[in-house]
């Protein structure tokens, strides 16, 4: 029952997989974004309040979304090292991070961008925002820390535990909205409720959605591989590898 | 226990060795407070608006500027393997550590505080308010930054490394005390503030010493 | 064809081209350039070890000169 | 002078198999087996940069990414346990004193953390070592070995049986080395374990065994 | 000038060995203004009025904040003490360590103003002049704050004491920095507050290092 | 192996008269005569804390509250004499290192403070004490003993007539003791001048004079 768990910890393993899995993932990927767009930038109406503006949702919520989930899988996957000491683990928590921190940036600038035209105003200081901010200075303190640590174990930890720490931030974002009273949206899209949406633009929403979920896999799996090289660099695997590479 | 209060009283006693020094963080406190009449305005109406988020950043500063002195010249000497060598679990030095820290940075701050804000002319109702949320908030701040200093501190620089690390996770008892005091000082209902204040107390002494406790000996290795 | 009139139109979107084109080039140069370094990680990192090698036999090598 | 006044259990017994550390990705030694019991001393030799400070580290859970195996008294240590960390006194090259307190208040905090506080005890070892009158002096104005000398009073104010000392004869006048080696041989006779380094020429302690690093 | 130089790079190399080194000042000067906004007020306008003032405290802080972990390591391991020995004139050392510190800590602050402005709310004019004051300011906090730090640094908990120094001897350059500021966001002449900042960088370039370089030597006994 | 190329001035000379140092008071040791010229060297004894770090110290000028006298080729040397400086070369307890450059790094930084870089001559040195191959190792990273070798390079790579040496000894094993002494023997026949100190005993240098302080 365990075995798989078991495998997955093995860098080899992952490697042969991830890189078997990266095309068809892509594939799909490059197809479900092509579709997003032309879905979301061309066939979509207009809002009756925000007019054309909405269309920045098609990638700010997305955008939003994987700057969140990124950072608890970062977390996970550190926790999940620090207990097991599971060397894969660290590996996918340090591959993390710079994705999630170029989405959460990403958030931040659409988010920006799209309050000109309909809060009139670049940057408010209200809950959402600021919260999303300080995750982006979780990601830059966890890159920073890890980086600024010599022996790649002791920066693998130590970023893990500030990982950790940092995952109350988390909900702290989603509930802003709830919490306080703000200038930001709603909780537009619930599992529980029916969305409020119209369906037409609640399509490209979701398929936008499942693309940069793929896309997050397919980069984490390229990054995974390099990391994976360098750590594993006295495995006989990857001796072979270069080797054979360089012919 | 025994060896908490050991600890404690080491801790103190190299601090007031040189008697003046647990001045300082209030001394930075009191001029970090008196530089914002200067830079912003000395108007008393404005004044008595910044007052309350002026006060909590300058506690919050002067806080993370004592973290420093505090544990890093034990790991640089050695005595901090030498305690963990003796058998003292490391979340109980750390536990031990931040109350020290508390002791000597946090209190005076609590007890400086309504001065500072008679100066900043803050109204007394929200001036005792600001030294409430200040004795609730600052140990959970003692807490927390023993979690980035322990992380930071076998590196160079590491002094604007555990800013960077500490300051976010900082700024949610900054929001809720600062607040409190404004709610206070515009005769609002602060009771919800400094309620979220004490859960986060409750936290920070739940999970804070672990996580310093391990970076403590990632650091040390 | 779609929701627009015309090309025109469409780059226009009602007066918000600007935001909504900033937006979505933002978005494509942060995610295409991210995507890009990921990819070349492992070949620079496949560079990168062949040196490593390189050097760590010359070194073992010298080390073994040195004992004998 | 009679100084360690405690028997230690003669059952004591630490093992150490295939124990190696990993740095950079490369073993610092080649692994290394060797078990003390009661009333036994080894010392680690090795160049420079042999590893000898390492795997003393490592003995003592200051390392990561060890590979191998510690026991003591047939228990396996894991990071921290307790039972061994009651009965072990590492002094390496960092001496873990205090400039800001006197020699007393130091050496009384580390026998607080594990033993009541005897200064009696503490007074004789500072006898033994030869400071004590400097007993309230603070540790910042001392020489570097007289610092030394602090803290290696803390073989005889915490009585555990397993010492493990990194080089305790550096910056030790010819007294004070000598002073050292007698009181390491008394803790020998009491059924003591030692584990030593040092690149002076350790003189006169009984069956000494050498292991040496490669 | 050739060992001016040498010291300059060789700082450098120290503090961009790991490269992301120089991001930490500028990471604690953006979270610093950032919590203003936080603990103060949301509202533009009130931010727009407060802005000046804060961008010079957070500034004055961050490079506060940076002197420690570039002069004290050089302290206790030595090398100062190496420096002079060699003949190298301590005044020499402090101009080259202060320039350091400056491309180091200063520079970005000067190049991230603007941002910060903009989310602050100051307008273009204003903001411009927050850089230009900060151009001519940030140095002789770097060698005002050489002096203070190399009095200090043989102490323990030196930091905070550090920060009582030296505090009193930036205010002016906050006073008139931020006054700049004030000036050109309500449309009034600034020329005057930034003659004064040139005069005092030039002054502290003129003194400071002869000041510290005398403390450093007393410092090192 | 010839390291040493360049010749001293025959005629260098320092003199110290009177020297003592007060701390908290009273001196620390009685007051101290001696002067040395080319080629010949001191050994400077004592037990722990009589004074031998101080000593050197306020020949070098870190040391305030010190009376009596020193003069180096005849001129009398107030705290910053730059001739006094340009031949002068101290290594104390605290080596000077900064641990995030490397080797190479480190000792060309103070070569260059007095010399031109001459990448030869630092390669060489750590030739002499057998660290060639680590030459772009951090410092950090390295053991006790390979540090105070990376400081000892200096007294190759930085050619000046007067060494003022603290305890050079500590921690170097046997071959580099060995080395060390070779070296300080060279420097000697070139017309050199040695200030040292130790605890252990320094076998093989001509001619080695000593003072006991007290
Ligand atoms: C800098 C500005 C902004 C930032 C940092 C930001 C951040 C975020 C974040 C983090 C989420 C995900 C929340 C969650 O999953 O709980 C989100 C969702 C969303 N944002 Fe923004 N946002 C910004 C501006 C805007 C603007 C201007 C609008 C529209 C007027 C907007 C509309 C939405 C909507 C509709 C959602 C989905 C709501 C949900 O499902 O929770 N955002 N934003
Ligand atoms: N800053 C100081 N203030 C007061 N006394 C001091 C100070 N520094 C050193 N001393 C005292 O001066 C004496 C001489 O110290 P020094 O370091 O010169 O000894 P040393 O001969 O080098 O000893 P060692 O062999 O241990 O290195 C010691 O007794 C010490 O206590
Ligand atoms: N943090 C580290 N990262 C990588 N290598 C290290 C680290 N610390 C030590 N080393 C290397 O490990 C080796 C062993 O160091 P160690 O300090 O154990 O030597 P030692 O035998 O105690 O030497 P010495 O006699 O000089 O004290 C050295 O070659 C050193 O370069
Ligand atoms: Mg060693
Ligand atoms: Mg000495």
């Known amino acids: 029952m365990w075995n798989w768990f078991f495998q997955l910890a093995s860098p080899k393993w992952f490697y042969t997989i991830a890189r078997k899995v990266t095309p068809w993932l892509s594939v799909l990927m490059y197809s479900l974004m092509l579709a997003g767009l032309v879905l979301g930038l061309i066939f979509s109406p207009a809002d009756y309040q925000q007019g054309n503006t909405v269309r920045i949702m098609y990638i700010h919520i997305p955008a939003a979304y994987m700057s969140m989930m990124i950072y608890v899988i970062m977390a996970v996957a550190g926790a999940i090292g620090l207990v097991w000491r599971m060397k894969m683990a660290h590996i996918v928590s340090v591959s993390c991070a710079s994705i999630g921190a170029m989405f959460t940036a990403l958030a931040l600038l659409t988010g920006a961008i799209w309050g000109k ?3 009139g105003t670049y940057w408010v200081w209200d809950a959402r925002l600021t919260s999303e901010l300080i995750l982006l200075f979780l990601y830059l303190g966890f890159m920073a820390l890890h980086s600024a640590y010599d022996d790649k174990k002791a920066a693998d930890k130590a970023s893990a535990v500030l990982a950790l720490v940092g995952v109350v931030n988390i909900p702290i974002i989603h509930f802003s909205v709830e919490w306080w009273n703000t200038l930001h949206q709603g909780a537009t899209l619930s599992k529980l409720e029916k969305p409020s949406m119209d369906t037409s633009m609640l399509w490209p929403l979701l398929i936008m959605i499942v693309a940069f979920k793929l ?4 980069t984490l799996f390229h990054k995974i591989r390099g990391e994976i090289l360098l750590r594993e660099k006295q495995a006989s695997w990857v001796k072979k590898l270069v080797a054979d590479s360089k012919q | 226990m025994k060896n908490f209060n050991r600890i404690v009283t080491r801790e103190l006693s190299v601090v007031f060795r040189s008697q003046s020094e647990f001045v300082y963080p209030l001394a930075f406190f009191i001029m970090v407070t008196s530089m914002f009449p200067l830079a912003v305005t000395p108007e008393p109406a404005q004044l008595a608006f910044i007052a309350p988020g002026v006060i909590w950043v300058a506690a919050l500063l002067s806080l993370l500027l004592s973290l420093n002195a505090f544990y890093q010249s034990d790991f640089q000497d050695g005595s901090l393997e030498q305690m963990l060598l003796a058998g003292v679990s490391g979340s109980l030095i750390i536990l031990a550590k931040a109350f020290a820290n508390w002791i000597v940075t946090g209190l005076p701050l609590v007890l400086i505080a309504p001065i500072i804000g008679v100066l900043l002319n803050l109204e007394l109702q929200a001036n005792m308010i600001a030294m409430l949320a200040l004795l609730i908030g600052t140990p959970s701040l003692c807490l927390i930054g023993a979690i980035g200093i322990n992380l930071t501190v076998g590196l160079r620089n590491g002094g604007v490394l555990l800013t960077l690390l500490v300051l976010p996770l900082f700024i949610p008892i900054l929001i809720f005390g600062a607040s409190a005091v404004e709610a206070a000082s515009i005769g609002k209902n602060y009771s919800g503030q400094l309620a979220i204040l004490a859960a986060i107390l409750i936290l920070s002494l739940m999970l804070a010493p672990f996580a310093a406790a391990a970076a403590m000996k990632i650091s040390i290795d | 064809m779609g929701y627009f009139d015309s090309f025109n139109d469409f780059i226009h979107m009602g007066g918000h081209g600007f935001y909504v084109w900033l937006c979505y080039a933002i978005v494509f140069i942060g995610m295409v350039s991210q995507f890009v370094l990921a990819k070349l990680s492992a070949k620079k990192n496949i560079k990168l070890l062949s040196q490593y090698y390189r050097r760590a036999a010359a070194r073992k090598k010298s080390q073994a000169n040195n004992d004998s | 002078m009679e100084l360690i006044s405690s028997e230690f259990n003669s059952d004591n017994l630490i093992e150490i198999t295939n124990l190696t550390v990993i740095r950079s990705d490369f073993p610092v030694f080649s692994p290394v087996n060797f078990s003390l019991g009661a009333g036994q001393a080894m010392q680690i030799r090795g160049t420079n940069g042999a590893g ?8 003592c859970g200051l390392c990561h990414s060890l590979e191998g195996e ?5 228990e ?5 346990h307790q039972n061994f960390y009651q009965s072990l006194l590492y002094i390496g090259h960092a ?9 007393e208040q130091n050496l009384s905090f580390f026998q607080q953390l594990r033993f009541e506080l005897d200064s009696q005890l503490i007074q004789e070892a500072m006898q033994a070592f030869g400071i004590a009158e400097l007993y309230d002096e603070y540790v910042a104005k001392l020489s570097a070995g007289q610092k030394r000398r602090v803290s290696l009073c803390r073989i005889i104010t915490e009585p555990v049986p397993l ?13 004070g080395q000598q002073w050292m080696l007698d009181i390491c041989n008394q803790h020998l006779e009491r ?3 030692l584990l030593i380094t040092s690149h002076q020429p350790i003189n006169g302690i009984h069956n000494l065994r050498e292991l040496t690093l490669s």
Request: hydrophobic fraction near 50%; proline fraction near 8%.
């Open chain 1, 215 to 218: 896309y997050f896999v397919v």
């Open chain 4, 70 to 74: 510690i026991s003591w008294n047939d």
């Open chain 4, 52 to 59: 000898k400070t390492t795997l003393l580290r490592a003995i």
């Open chain 4, 95 to 103: 001496l873990g004193l205090k400039p800001k307190l006197t020699i």
């Open chain 1, 117 to 119: 035209p309909t809060w």
């Open chain 4, 76 to 80: 396996v240590i894991t990071p921290a």
């Open chain 4, 191 to 193: 059924g003591g374990i």
């Open chain 4, 163 to 175: 010492w493990i000392l990194d080089e305790p004869l550096v910056a030790l006048d010819v007294d």
